[in-house]
């Protein structure tokens, strides 16, 4: 089975050709048979992710590794880069839950844009693309094809941000994300050049990661560093972190099936996922582990900061997707590999669910997105409001839920990660604690009291159609026992998750106990083992769930008890909150010192070199010559005499010629 | 003064002199043409000349050919003057600059 | 005797020439090309060509000029009117003063240079040269087709005269 993991990208990609090439006729013959092709292409490729998923389990730890390579792709003297699929652990269960979570997306989107006029083949096809996109770079076995889904993923965000772009804000958002996805690209081509110039130096030309990293230790640590440190900076831009995360809160612009698919499960997760492979690299570099877990961390608590005071429901949701991007680079940057891509898979299930649900509001309320125009929808939507429900619980880690689970391990090991600890560890328990504050107020303020919003839009408020529901349904279960692979050893679980990705993980931490180079934020997972005390989780799981259960409370009294504590709060602060509602004014501060410079270049360049020298010298050549046609011209004037006299000055000439000088 | 085949070659030179001079100043388009008729009558007097000292006669038959061509030249030429006063009622050849750029 | 001839025609003709162009009545133009022409025929006989001269009365004085005159006559021309573009005239004044300077040069490069025929004006053995029946001679073997395609020539130009002169 493991030689048809070609079929999993090859499926959406059919999918892309036929919607892509002949959708429009496909849906003026029979609408349906688009989002049939679409799904059922999804389906398939989840399928057979299946079936080699659990042809891997079947196969002993040690052997879960198999490389399968389609064809030679460049063939450039001695280097060489082929497309090849690479089965281990990690890939399987990115695929899995990519593909999976996608699926019931798509399944989603059928009743989302069915009313929309504006192509729907076009929806499905840039759908399937993103997918197929998505599932190359996962399932890549070398740099060079992974850096292709890398880019693909941002093409196709791009284009599904700027969906209805008849509206120019929509597209502007568009625009926005690409480019800072390219800022973030253009350093990581920078890193990946450098990896393979210096390992080409030494005779590796490839760009296998098995074979980059077995001659990883070729380079010396301060380019490790570099191209380690150069690489984040491309995963910033993907997985929007501090300084490339503007571009996620504006890609709200976009349908929200897209904002559950590209923003919440999947392509903000590649750079999560491009870590954890690369966990042998950063390993080797305790400075980028540092950065990265710095960076996260203050991400996380950023973000969660400016979701504080957000009104509109997919701004809150857009900015709790950073601060957990922030948990998980957090627990990648302190060592603890497995469980961020353990935080991951349970931040697929709940927030896909969140942003679906939320979907599901906005479609009820006749595309109102601000809270302060919602409420007691509980009623009326209970579906929704359950599954809603449930994915607030998890993502704000109440025990029992997966994202409990998770976030708890994430805690665990950032605490026990050595001398950073005492700085990122309050500031991941505040987030936590911020967390479920803002998640709460978006429960209260949306279903709990009274309607706020106009009469005729109270009429059109109904439960969203199975096909949206059902979805909603899966997703919920999964937040709630989706966990369950993950429950650590101290609570009597088997940490699955954990075991499974040791095979690629596992060297990760080997090389960490190796790596003995002076102080470094992260002796991690050393540390880890070495204080493995049970009740030391314990505490700090209890501490962990008194915070959560703090902030739920806060947001209670805040927005069921005694309404006016917002307004009283924000009155007696008002800079604070000004500067949180208005997201720190980080779009102006760059706008003032990166945009602007640049746009006064760019203008300088047209204006002044562009228009007067360039044009100026094509222009100006042609204009010499009309003068010197201009000139000529006078030697036609009509008058026969002077052309007489013309004759006349050529006979001297000639006479001239043959008697003075012949 | 034996030389007498310069005086009459000057005399050739001397009135074609005249006669360019004449086409050029004069604006009247019989009088061109009327200096036209000048320059081919001394051009007929040098080549007489000459017949005259190279002893052929084919100088001679020469002359008649321009002869025949000057009285060609004179019927188009009026006729086309004629032509040209009844459409514009003027035959100043400064009013004549239609081939102007 | 012949240079003193000689001479006085020369002058007579320059003096008609220079009268032509100078002559502000058109109709005195002509007349002094018709003194001119004269002349000219005079010249012919002093250089021993009869038949030339006695052309030179029929076909230029006699048809070509008498034609011009017609024309001047049609076209009811009195006194030309010279008055034109005062900037060309002076152009043209110019260049034609120049053009006579260049040719004064161009005539006493003649003179001057070694390719000027000297020589004996009247060898007695060559007087008959002008003869009619040497130049008849000349055209019926030698000079036959030129003179078939003058005729032809003529012909053309005949048509072309009736066809842009007719009244329609």
Same mark, same amino acid.
Request: charged share 10%; proline share 2%.
């Given at each position: 089975?493991?030689?048809?993991?070609?079929?999993?990208?090859?499926?959406?990609?059919?999918?892309?050709?036929?919607?892509?090439?002949?959708?429009?006729?496909?849906?003026?013959?029979?609408?349906?048979?688009?989002?049939?092709?679409?799904?059922?292409?999804?389906?398939?490729?989840?399928?057979?992710?299946?079936?080699?998923?659990?042809?891997?389990?079947?196969?002993?730890?040690?052997?879960?590794?198999?490389?399968?390579?389609?064809?030679?792709?460049?063939?450039?003297?001695?280097?060489?880069?082929?497309?090849?699929?690479?089965?281990?652990?990690?890939?399987?269960?990115? =695929?899995?839950?990519?593909?999976?979570?996608?699926?019931?997306?798509?399944?989603?989107?059928?009743?989302?844009?069915?009313?929309?006029?504006?192509?729907?083949?076009?929806?499905?096809?840039?759908?399937?693309?993103?997918?197929?996109?998505?599932?190359?770079?996962?399932?890549?076995?070398?740099?060079?094809?992974?850096?292709?889904?890398?880019?693909?993923?941002?093409?196709?965000?791009?284009?599904?941000?700027?969906?209805?772009?008849?509206?120019?804000?929509?597209a502007v958002a568009g625009k926005k994300a690409f480019i800072t996805n390219?800022?973030?690209?253009?350093?990581?081509?920078?890193?990946?050049?450098?990896?393979?110039?210096?390992?080409?130096?030494?005779?590796?030309?490839?760009?296998?990661?098995?074979?980059?990293?077995?001659?990883?230790?070729?380079?010396?640590?301060?380019?490790?560093?570099?191209? =380690?440190?150069?690489?984040?900076?491309? =995963?910033?831009?993907?997985?929007?972190?501090i300084p490339l995360y503007i571009w996620l809160p504006d890609a709200m612009a976009g349908p929200t099936p897209v904002s559950a698919l590209i923003h919440a499960a999947t392509m903000v997760t590649a750079g999560i996922y491009f870590v954890a492979r690369c966990n042998i690299l950063y390993s080797m570099s305790p400075l980028a582990m540092g950065v990265v877990a710095v960076v996260g961390a203050l991400t996380a608590l950023l973000a969660a900061t400016i979701a504080l005071t957000q009104n509109d429901i997919k701004r809150v949701l857009a900015y709790s997707t950073v601060s957990q991007l922030g948990y998980m680079f957090l627990g990648l940057g302190v060592g603890a590999f497995a469980a961020g891509i353990f935080h991951v898979l349970t931040h697929s299930f709940f927030k896909?669910?969140?942003?679906?649900?939320?979907?599901?509001?906005?479609?009820?309320?006749?595309g109102e997105q601000d809270m302060r125009n919602m409420g007691g929808l509980r009623q009326k939507m209970p579906i929704t409001f359950y599954t809603m429900l449930i994915g607030t619980l998890a993502i704000a880690g109440f025990p029992g839920f997966s994202g409990f689970f998770s976030k708890d391990e994430i805690l665990w090991k950032v605490f026990s990660s050595g001398p950073g600890a005492s700085f990122l560890w309050p500031i991941a328990i505040l987030t936590a604690a911020l967390t479920a504050f803002y998640m709460f107020r978006l429960i209260f303020m949306t279903?709990?009291?009274?309607?706020?919003?106009?009469?005729?839009?109270?009429?059109?408020?109904?439960?969203?159609?199975?096909?949206?529901?059902?979805?909603?349904?899966?997703?919920?279960?999964?937040?709630?026992?989706?966990?369950?692979?993950?429950?650590?050893?101290?609570?009597?679980?088997?940490?699955?998750?954990?075991?499974?990705?040791?095979?690629?993980?596992?060297?990760?931490?080997?090389?960490?106990?190796?790596?003995?180079?002076?102080?470094?934020?992260?002796?991690?997972?050393?540390?880890?083992?070495?204080?493995?005390?049970?009740?030391?989780?314990?505490?700090?799981?209890?501490?962990?769930?008194?915070?959560?259960?703090?902030?739920?409370?806060?947001?209670?009294?805040?927005?069921?008890?005694?309404?006016?504590?917002?307004?009283?709060?924000?009155?007696?602060?008002?800079?604070?909150?000004?500067?949180?509602?208005?997201?720190?004014?980080?779009?102006?501060?760059?706008?003032?010192?990166?945009?602007?410079?640049?746009?006064?270049?760019?203008?300088?360049?047209?204006?002044?070199?562009?228009?007067?020298?360039?044009?100026?010298?094509?222009?100006?050549?042609?204009?010499?010559?009309?003068? =010197?046609?201009?000139v000529s011209r006078a030697a036609q004037s009509g008058y026969v005499q002077r052309y007489a006299v013309s004759f006349l000055v050529g006979v001297f000439a000639l006479i001239a010629y043959y008697m003075y000088v012949r | 003064m034996t030389d007498y085949q310069s005086i009459y070659l000057a005399l050739s030179a001397i009135l074609f002199a005249i006669g360019v001079l004449g086409?050029?100043?004069?604006?009247?388009?019989?009088?061109?043409?009327?200096?036209?008729?000048?320059?081919?009558?001394?051009?007929?007097?040098?080549?007489?000349?000459?017949?005259?000292?190279?002893?052929?006669?084919?100088?001679?038959?020469?002359?008649?050919?321009?002869?025949?061509?000057?009285?060609?030249?004179?019927?188009?030429?009026?006729?086309?003057?004629?032509?040209?006063?009844?459409?514009?009622?003027?035959?100043?050849?400064?009013?004549f600059n239609l081939l102007k750029y | 005797m012949e240079l003193i001839a000689t001479l006085v025609c020369g002058g007579a003709a320059v003096a008609a020439a220079l009268l032509v162009i100078l002559s502000r009545n058109t109709v005195h133009s002509a007349l002094w090309m018709v003194a001119n022409c004269l002349v000219l025929a005079v010249l012919f006989l002093l250089l021993n060509s009869q038949f030339i001269a006695v052309l030179q009365v029929i076909v230029y004085a006699g048809a070509i000029m008498m034609f011009i005159i017609y024309a001047i006559m049609m076209l009811n021309l009195r006194v030309s009117d010279d008055e034109g573009d005062v900037r060309k005239s002076l152009f043209t004044g110019r260049f034609a003063v120049l053009c006579l300077f260049f040719l004064s040069l161009l005539i006493l490069g003649v003179g001057l240079s070694p390719m000027a025929v000297k020589g004996d004006m009247f060898p007695l053995a060559v007087s008959t040269i002008g003869e009619v029946n040497l130049i008849a001679n000349y055209i019926f073997l030698q000079g036959l087709c030129p003179f078939e395609l003058v005729s032809v020539l003529l012909t053309a130009a005949v048509v072309g005269a009736v066809y842009l002169a007719r009244k329609d």
């Open positions: 089975m493991f030689d048809l993991v070609w079929l999993i990208p090859s499926f959406p990609l059919a999918g892309v050709l036929i919607n892509g090439l002949l959708g429009r006729t496909i849906e003026e013959r029979n609408k349906s048979l688009v989002h049939w092709i679409a799904c059922g292409a999804v389906g398939l490729s989840f399928l057979v992710t299946l079936g080699i998923f659990l042809q891997l389990l079947e196969l002993p730890a040690e052997k879960r590794l198999y490389d399968f390579t389609w064809f030679t792709w460049i063939s450039a003297g001695e280097f060489s880069a082929s497309i090849g699929y690479l089965i281990d652990p990690l890939s399987m269960f990115y =695929c899995m839950f990519v593909t999976g979570v996608g699926f019931l997306i798509h399944v989603y989107s059928i009743g989302y844009m069915w009313h929309d006029e504006e192509g729907y083949y076009r929806y499905f096809a840039y759908l399937n693309l993103f997918m197929f996109s998505m599932i190359n770079l996962v399932l890549a076995d070398n740099f060079l094809l992974m850096f292709l889904g890398w880019e693909g993923v941002g093409v196709c965000s791009y284009l599904l941000i700027a969906y209805w772009f008849s509206d120019l804000a929509n390219r800022v973030g690209d253009f350093f990581f081509a920078i890193g990946l050049l450098l990896m393979v110039t210096y390992l080409g130096e030494h005779g590796v030309w490839s760009l296998k990661f098995t074979d980059v990293f077995a001659n990883a230790s070729l380079m010396s640590p301060n380019l490790i560093t570099l191209i =380690c440190l150069l690489f984040f900076l491309g =995963c910033t831009a993907k997985s929007a972190q896909a669910l969140l942003f679906m649900c939320s979907g599901c509001v906005i479609h009820a309320m006749s279903f709990f009291n009274e309607c706020r919003a106009s009469e005729e839009v109270q009429h059109h408020i109904h439960e969203a159609p199975r096909s949206m529901t059902a979805p909603l349904v899966i997703l919920a279960f999964l937040s709630i026992f989706g966990g369950v692979i993950g429950i650590p050893a101290s609570l009597g679980g088997n940490n699955l998750v954990e075991h499974f990705l040791d095979p690629v993980m596992g060297l990760g931490a080997g090389k960490l106990l190796q790596s003995a180079s002076g102080t470094s934020m992260v002796q991690g997972s050393a540390h880890a083992v070495a204080l493995h005390s049970v009740e030391l989780e314990h505490t700090l799981m209890i501490i962990t769930t008194g915070i959560v259960f703090l902030g739920i409370l806060v947001a209670y009294t805040m927005y069921m008890r005694n309404r006016s504590l917002p307004d009283t709060f924000a009155a007696k602060s008002p800079s604070t909150y000004r500067m949180l509602l208005n997201k720190w004014y980080v779009d102006e501060l760059y706008e003032k010192t990166v945009i602007n410079p640049l746009h006064s270049i760019s203008v300088f360049f047209w204006k002044g070199i562009d228009v007067v020298v360039i044009d100026g010298l094509v222009n100006g050549t042609a204009a010499f010559f009309m003068k =010197c046609g201009v | 086409v050029i100043v004069r604006k009247d388009a019989i009088v061109v043409f009327l200096c036209i008729e000048i320059m081919l009558g001394a051009v007929n007097l040098a080549f007489v000349t000459f017949a005259r000292a190279n002893q052929s006669a084919e100088g001679l038959f020469m002359v008649m050919c321009i002869m025949a061509v000057a009285g060609a030249e004179a019927a188009v030429g009026l006729a086309i003057f004629v032509l040209l006063y009844r459409k514009t009622g003027t035959i100043n050849i400064d009013k | -």
